[in-house]
């Protein structure tokens, strides 16, 4: 199982951005923070992040749009969705336009450091 | 026209066999998907359980959990079609339309709406009869009923009903501002529960009334107004609220003595008590969403009460008894049900005699009532109970004419303990005082835990967390007046002690609906017991003790009561789960096993597993591939023939793979050979011996069923097959009469690691094999398996737990695929069974000794 590094969490509660990058930094995860799919952008097109964490409910551009966007990018970059609210429809839709992945918050670490790895070595799966 | 064509017609890849990196690439790409599927499927299973065990477990859950675990169940089953659709190189392309079909059906189930019926918004107090609830909430549908149907007083009025609140709110675009903020809500965290709540009603009581209501609220003042003046009370009377189902006592607000004018206001007011703190933790216990409450309201004109009070037709924990109970206090007695204020408190037999005994006065040597009038109350309480067909929980006023008004009428909701004389017995044997003896019996029970006072909002926010998902609270609730605003707690506490108050407050109706023993009226209470302190309820005898008192606690074995059961939250899970759970295909060589057969979400994970593994069973077959296509293990001395297929890293690197066999030594798959031990770790001694009636089964069996076990693959009928890699096994054994599958994964990451086994069958009549999968579950749970048992099938799981342990577990699964088959032709012998039961259990204690653990070499053929 390979272990992704670089991780890039977009999300736009800033009680979660914190909590979360320090929690995974603390795994020996390199993490970035954006609060708007915006700010995600760059690092995307960049090719930094090695998987995406998404908060389908983002204020400038809904979630989906987001993850069109990301998937335009890099098609190939894993996107794990995330939400505080269960919606099958919604969870369904990401997982129609490529996500690798749906959690709901608030999720266990352990949790989602595997689906971070899964989502990364399925990806890589995909590819190959 | 052909470029569309081909979307939908992709040729199979026809590899060639001669170029071995294509096919291994190929090989690996579909091995990646098959693990994709397994890994889905067991989140899916372990999804199923999750939610199954909700459904009959006590513990309340709200809509949000309900979502969040459907909806991770379906992302699950969604990520199996596909990978099973590419694994199988576009084939099973039906499975998409089946799955949204099924996954659009429960969507509509989740999100239910209650229906809100009728077209009138204001409902005259003349109006209204019992079948009215749906309209304008049980409790105005009740007095509406006892004041036109049983011709008895109660206050002229008028009713607002759900449409009319309804329309307030979209009207208004409320709702929509409130859903959101309550989706974010931690109800746990008191203090932003506080806060959203405060939000919300402030969001309500703020937010204007649509003329067309403004209007005709006004006009139906106008009608009960007399001599230019009017005081009404404003109350809710949510639909849902005042049901069997819970009572929803004291949750929501009262308005007194509201003039013309400010009725508007008052009306918002309650309305948005809706979303006090207490009203919300309430919801959630009792397996309500906030759309399944529906607020309508009552105006009533009020009463220059001189007296007032509650009236019990039969007490509330005893719905044989002949008494009558009568709360009486000065004024409108509203104080009563608030729990502060002192009381009369009467018993009247239900008999022609009417005998009053006087248990207590508000004010010594005199009571509030005379007897005439307590015997017409009682009279008028008995009339109600009769009419509704069960006791009747009353709210009465007398005005200061001597008229009597009914106010409310509520069904009480019992909650009665067995009779139990070997608790009385202990309770008699104890011989340490009590520390405090006395009081009101408020809701009956024993419990034990440590003191937590709370005499104000911030001692709220202080109290401890509610206990983990199967604790059982230890903190005991010890308040001066019990009021309605502690309930927000019910849920943390394991029992109540209060000063003041009586059995006919909110709070104590709460309590006994939740199950939770409480104490109230017990001087000095709050003063003498200090926080921390650990102390012993015993509200039925009505004594407190210092400390644990082992004696008592242990007949404290009654549940609490399941609040869920038949609530709407409850009522959806269980409608969604049936597009779920339940599992139609079975047999994989009946033609109806194909996707449109599929009915539910486990249909498909089932038909995907099945399918995948026949795809990657089929796949060196297909492409000719020797090193993909079955060889045979080399093996002597075990009584069955074993079949091995490589599905990606299972074989070592440097094996003679032009070989049709397989040698031992030459597989790596570290699940298959846990497995492989366990079948060789004891010599295999042939079956036992038959008994005559044994035998007799079995040939009659056989003469009926020449297909014994439609669960066999037809293309692997006969053998017995491992299909595996380094870290993953998947093995079907067909071993006499009998059918086992056992699936291992192992991986650094939980998600992946888990062990799965089916068994089914035996050549036995029914009984036999079901007695047989009975002994084997209860063997399984034994290791640590979740067993799940349906006639004379048994599927065992273990999921989410380290190599090491599953490691264990598979050696003695392995074990046990060899050695119980054909028990079970003796199942009616008791002692032979019981013998081979004590071989099996030493057998298996032999296999868990660390040494074993240690040593990984392959087993050696005996």
């Known amino acids: ?128 | 026209m052909l470029g569309f064509l081909s979307r939908f017609f992709r040729p199979r890849q026809c590899l060639d066999p001669k170029d071995p990196e294509a096919l291994r690439s190929a090989f690996r790409e579909h091995y990646r998907h098959f693990r994709v599927l397994l890994t889905a499927n067991n989140n899916a299973l372990e999804l199923m359980s999750v939610a199954d065990e909700r459904l009959h477990a006590d513990k309340p859950f709200g809509m949000g959990v309900v979502r969040g675990t459907l909806t991770a169940l379906a992302a699950n089953v969604y990520k199996m079609v596909h990978a099973l659709v590419a694994l199988s190189d576009g084939r099973y392309k039906d499975l998409h339309e089946r799955f949204r079909i099924i996954t659009g059906q429960i969507e509509v189930i989740l999100s239910h709406q209650p229906e809100v019926k009728g077209t009138a918004m204001i409902l005259a107090m003349d109006e209204i009869g019992r079948h009215d609830a749906d309209q304008v909430g049980a409790k105005m549908a009740n007095l509406g009923e006892i004041r036109n149907r049983i011709g008895l007083n109660v206050p002229d009025g008028f009713a607002i009903t759900a449409v009319a609140a309804k329309h307030f709110m979209e009207a208004s675009h409320t709702q929509d501002e409130i859903n959101r903020r309550l989706k974010m809500l931690d109800i746990d965290d008191l203090e932003s529960l506080y806060l959203v709540s405060g939000d919300i009603q402030d969001l309500i009581r703020h937010a204007p009334l649509p003329d067309d209501l403004a209007s005709a609220i006004a006009t139906h003042s106008q009608r009960l107004t007399r001599e230019g003046s009017l005081r009404v009370s404003v109350r809710s009377s949510a639909l849902g609220e005042d049901g069997a189902l819970g009572s929803f006592a004291g949750q929501y607000r009262t308005h007194l003595g509201v003039g013309t004018t400010a009725i508007p206001s008052a009306y918002k007011d309650i309305i948005a008590s809706k979303y006090q703190g207490q009203a919300i933790v309430y919801r959630q216990q009792m397996g309500y969403r906030h759309q399944d409450v529906l607020m309508g309201a009552g105006c009533m004109v009020m009463v220059d009460a001189a007296v007032g009070g509650v009236a019990y037709s039969r007490p509330p924990d005893d719905p044989q008894s002949p008494w009558v109970v009568i709360h009486a206090a000065p004024g409108l007695g509203h104080q009563i049900v608030d729990g502060s204020a002192p009381y009369d408190l009467l018993h009247v037999s239900r008999d022609s005699e009417q005998d009053i005994v006087t248990l207590g006065l508000a004010q010594p040597d005199r009571s509030c009532l005379a007897t005439g009038q307590i015997r017409e109350l009682a009279r008028q309480a008995m009339q109600i109970e009769a009419h509704f067909g069960s006791p009747q929980d009353i709210e009465w006023a007398i005005d200061t004419e001597g008229r009597l008004f009914i106010l409310q009428a509520r069904p009480i909701v019992q909650a009665v303990t067995q009779p139990n004389p070997e608790r009385d017995q202990a309770r008699m044997s104890i011989t340490r005082p009590p520390l405090l003896e006395g009081g009101i019996t408020a809701s009956r029970g024993i419990a034990a835990g440590r003191v937590h006072k709370v005499g104000c909002l911030l001692d709220i926010l202080n109290f401890p967390e509610p206990a983990g998902e199967n604790a059982v609270p230890d903190t005991i609730l010890v308040v001066e007046t019990p009021f309605p605003d502690w309930a927000v707690l019910m849920d943390r506490v394991c029992a109540v002690v209060s000063e003041s108050g009586q059995a006919a407050t909110h709070l104590a109706t709460v309590a006994r609906e939740f199950g939770v023993p409480a104490l109230f009226d017990l001087s000095d209470a709050f003063t003498r017991l200090e926080n921390g302190q650990t102390i012993t309820v015993d509200a039925t005898a009505r004594r407190v003790y210092e400390g644990r008192v082992e004696e008592l606690l242990q007949f404290t074995e009654e549940k609490r009561p399941s609040l869920m059961e038949g609530s709407p939250v409850h009522t959806l899970l269980k409608e969604a789960l049936t597009l779920i759970t339940p599992l139609h295909l079975t047999a994989p060589d009946s033609p109806f096993f194909k996707p449109s057969s599929c009915r539910t979400l486990h249909d498909i994970t089932r038909f995907c597993h099945e399918k995948a593994l026949t795809e990657m069973f089929n796949f060196g077959h297909r492409h000719g591939a020797r090193d993909r296509s079955a060889k045979q293990l080399s093996v002597i001395g075990m009584p069955a023939q074993w079949w091995v297929i490589n599905l990606d890293d299972g074989y070592r690197e440097d094996a003679d793979l032009s070989s049709p066999f397989i040698r031992i030594e030459d597989i790596v798959s570290a699940p298959m050979l846990c497995i492989w031990r366990g079948m060789t770790a004891v010599p295999w001694q042939g079956p036992p011996p038959v008994s005559m009636r044994g035998l007799g089964s079995i040939i009659a069996q056989s003469a009926m069923n020449p297909q014994l076990d439609p669960a066999v693959r037809s293309s692997m009928a006969g053998r017995n097959y491992f299909l595996l890699s380094k870290n993953y096994c998947n093995l079907s054994v067909r071993l006499g009469y009998h059918f086992a599958l056992a699936e291992a994964s192992f991986s650094e990451l939980l998600t992946e690691s888990y062990v799965n086994f089916q068994f089914k069958g035996g050549a036995a009549d029914e009984r036999r094999r079901q007695r047989r999968v009975n002994i084997l579950g209860d063997l399984l749970r034994g290791i640590g398996f979740r067993v799940d048992i349906k006639g004379d099938s048994l599927t065992a799981r273990i999921e989410k737990r380290p190599v090491s342990y599953l490691e264990e577990r598979l050696v003695i699964l392995g074990y046990l695929l060899i050695h119980t088959r054909q028990v079970d032709m003796v199942m009616d012998e008791d002692a032979v069974v019981a013998r081979y039961l004590d071989k099996l259990q030493a057998d298996i204690q032999k296999l868990r000794t660390p040494s074993m653990e240690k040593e990984m070499t392959h087993g050696t053929p005996p």
């Open chain 1, 1 to 128: 199982m390979e272990r992704p590094h670089n991780i890039l969490l977009i999300d736009d509660e800033e009680d979660f951005l914190q909590t979360t990058s320090r929690r995974l930094q603390r795994r020996n995860f390199e993490v970035r923070t954006a609060p708007r799919c915006a700010d995600a952008m760059p690092e995307v097109i960049a090719g930094w992040p090695h998987v995406v964490v998404l908060d389908v409910m983002l204020p400038d551009t809904d979630g989906m749009e987001c993850l069109r966007r990301i998937k335009q990018e890099k098609p190939q970059l894993p996107v794990v969705m995330l939400t505080g609210h269960a919606s099958m429809q919604a969870s369904l839709q990401g997982l129609e336009r490529g996500a690798s992945d749906y959690c709901l918050k608030p999720i266990e670490l352990d949790e989602l450091v595997e689906k971070l790895i899964i989502a990364y070595n399925d990806a890589g799966a995909r590819a190959g």
